[in-house]
């Protein structure tokens, strides 16, 4: 995911996502399930959009500073009210190119599971790239050198990366 303006943006990786209602006190309970589609629920039940919400955390993995993309944490967080969007395959696969986003990702310590939130960016990443097999491989071995004193994490991250 990416937020900010051309030229500035904050790239990341989703890591945590939860539904539930606005108002912390009422019980959130499904409905739909004889409807056909996601669409037709929503317009059978219009007053669903203003009852809840979808929060997401991301682990922040780079920025843009002007031409350059750096894979390191901003010098300062996004705006409040930042719009995010979903990268492309091409901002993907540019951010993804250089594999030193990965030591941001498997040396954080957010409250997600970190190990699992890698494997599932590498699969990710690795789809858009030239060459999918190669990239794992070239991770793969980064990820040796980032882990090498945590084997167990390392095969945990690289079984998580197969697709």
Excluded: W
Excluded at 42 to 57: A, K, Q, V
Excluded at 122 to 137: E, G, I
Excluded at 138 to 148: E, V
């Amino acid at each position: 995911m990416r937020v900010g303006e051309a030229g500035s943006e904050i790239y990341g990786f989703v890591c945590q996502v939860s539904s539930g209602s606005l108002d912390v006190g009422r019980r959130v309970s499904a409905r739909g399930r004889d409807e056909a589609t996601e669409d037709t629920l929503f317009e059978n039940n219009p007053e669903l959009t203003s009852l809840l919400r979808t929060e997401f955390s991301a682990l922040v993995a780079g920025f843009r500073d002007g031409d350059r993309l750096l894979h390191r944490l901003p010098p300062s967080p996004p705006r409040l009210h930042g719009f995010v969007h979903a990268c492309d395959d091409e901002e993907l696969r540019g951010f993804t190119a250089r594999l030193d986003y990965l030591s941001t990702l498997a040396t954080a310590t957010a409250r997600c599971p970190i190990d699992e939130l890698v494997g599932a960016a590498l699969r990710h990443a690795s789809r858009v790239q030239p060459d999918p097999r190669a990239y794992l491989v070239a991770a793969g071995k980064a990820l040796t050198t980032l882990l090498a004193s945590d084997l167990r994490r390392l095969s945990t991250i690289l079984r998580c990366a197969q697709a």
